[in-house]
């Protein structure tokens, strides 16, 4: 298991490391203004489909329900066929009325800067289906196993995304924006042409070619298999989503604020997400193929023992990253972005906002470790419903902190959300299985070892600032 939670850290940390230096690219030229807000929007839709629809539900259905068939070929070509074909529907509707969808996502925009951005819009939503193909396959290639392609394949978006931002650099910034948008594009291109290569290399190309040759005359056999799949799909769906949905209401809400504010809570997250995804999404992939055979061969035991080493593995790394981001919010930001159209200002204002969101990091992060039992064990009705609670919970507190703290207040009530969500996660767990797990003398550890760090980092806080 660590030996696949090393891979996938390995891989996003090299993808985050392009991120930060395509996002650094991205802030020197277009700072945080209209432009900037409008290239956001336009990769933020597709990304949220994303995150709903190919990466979140998808994944967490799909790989219980391709360990249980016995028909694993036929299986997947359907259910492959049939969400292709969804996808493709969506992003054809959005390019036929991208003016709509993007009003959609961004209220608060004026008619005008609704014309800007629909173009983009209707670019960057073609790297939806393109990135459904490349989950689908990456979920045959982790149930084999096979994780380090995935794991490096998103540095080919970044690295497309520098190339694109290279290349026009000196230009205007809408053709900045045109460029970045046929960069999301051509990266996910790329992502679906190494995941094929992988798959051929590795032999499984006859798995898929045999399911697509055979589907026809072997559909009725898996009959069961996809109604089962389809009616855990939608509450899975509508359960992995509370973090995008709320994330999408960030920008909605955050359309009605001072310019820059979208590009704040964007530069704030891009941080936030970063030990989230490296230690919290590395552990969860890995862990999540182990559980799943476990607990479909009723070996409760060994799942629960992989569990918990994740579990203080996970801790460890999201407490030292939650007291670093919080301490540092601003030497951190004034490193990365404070260049060019990115000014002072626009850092302190950032840093608040990173301030609110890491304070959910190691609920958020927790969370997703725990809810792959529920996922694992198809109880997606009750995520549906945890999600539900959670969603509700951000609503009000968005619209309660808004006012009095802007952009920060959308970060906080996105926090206290997800802290709703794990608190409900655990139960549905089983809140004697938790203690079980956290009643452990690593939890002195833990503390100790937490407040150490928080003191080291207090008394070089000058020290880093003065160097920075």
Request: glycine share 6%; aromatic share 16%; hydrophobic share 55%.
């Amino acid at each position: 298991m660590f030996k696949a939670i090393f891979t996938n850290s390995s891989g996003i940390l090299f993808s985050r490391i392009l991120g930060f230096i395509r996002d650094l690219l991205t802030a020197s030229a277009l700072g945080a203004n209209v432009y900037s807000d409008i290239f956001f929007i336009a990769f933020k839709l597709p990304n949220l489909f994303r995150r709903i629809f190919a990466e979140g539900a998808f994944t967490q259905v799909f790989m219980p329900a391709f360990a249980r068939t016995k028909h694993k070929a036929v299986f997947s070509a359907n259910i492959f066929l049939l969400f292709l074909s969804i996808i493709l529907i969506i992003t054809l509707l959005v390019n036929l009325l991208p003016a709509l969808f993007t009003k959609a996502i961004a209220v608060g925009f004026n008619a005008q800067t609704i014309h800007l951005a629909a173009p983009y819009v209707a670019i960057n939503f073609w790297y939806l289906p393109l990135i459904f193909i490349v989950t689908f396959l990456s979920s045959i290639l982790q149930y084999k196993g096979h994780f380090a392609t995935s794991a490096f394949s998103t540095a080919l978006l970044n690295l497309s995304l520098i190339f694109a931002l290279l290349l026009s650099k000196n230009t205007n910034e809408s053709t900045i924006v045109y460029y970045l948008s046929f960069g999301v594009v051509i990266g996910g291109l790329l992502q679906v042409g190494v995941h094929l290569m992988t798959l051929y290399r590795m032999g499984l190309m006859k798995l898929l070619y045999g399911g697509f040759k055979y589907l026809t005359q072997k559909s009725k056999i898996i009959k069961e298999d996809t109604s089962k799949f389809k009616r855990n799909f939608f509450p899975a769906m509508w359960g992995n989503s509370t973090a995008q949905v709320s994330a999408f209401l960030d920008t909605f809400l955050a359309s009605f604020l001072a310019t820059g504010s979208i590009s704040y809570l964007y530069y704030a997250n891009r941080i936030f997400q970063l030990p989230l995804a490296l230690f919290a999404i590395a552990t969860s992939v890995a862990l999540f193929p182990k559980v799943a055979r476990y607990l479909k061969n009723n070996d409760e035991k060994k799942a629960l023992a992989n569990l918990e080493k994740a579990f203080w593995f996970l801790s460890a790394l999201l407490t030292a990253s939650t007291i670093g981001g919080i301490i540092l919010s601003h030497e951190i930001l004034k490193l990365l972005f404070e260049h060019g159209a990115f000014s002072a200002t626009d850092t302190t204002n950032t840093s608040a906002v990173l301030q609110m969101y890491m304070i959910g990091l190691l609920p958020f992060g927790i969370q997703k470790l725990f809810v792959l039992w529920l996922y694992a064990k198809e109880m997606q009705m009750h995520a549906a419903k945890i999600a539900t609670i959670s969603l509700l919970t951000y609503i009000v507190l968005a619209l309660t902190f808004i006012a009095p703290f802007g952009a920060a207040g959308l970060a906080l009530a996105s926090t206290l959300g997800g802290c709703v969500s794990f608190f409900f996660t655990i139960k549905v767990f089983g809140k004697e299985r938790f203690f079980a797990i956290l009643l452990n003398k690593k939890l002195i550890y833990l503390i100790v070892g937490a407040i150490a760090f928080t003191l080291l980092l207090i008394l070089l806080k000058d020290s880093i600032s003065a160097y920075i």
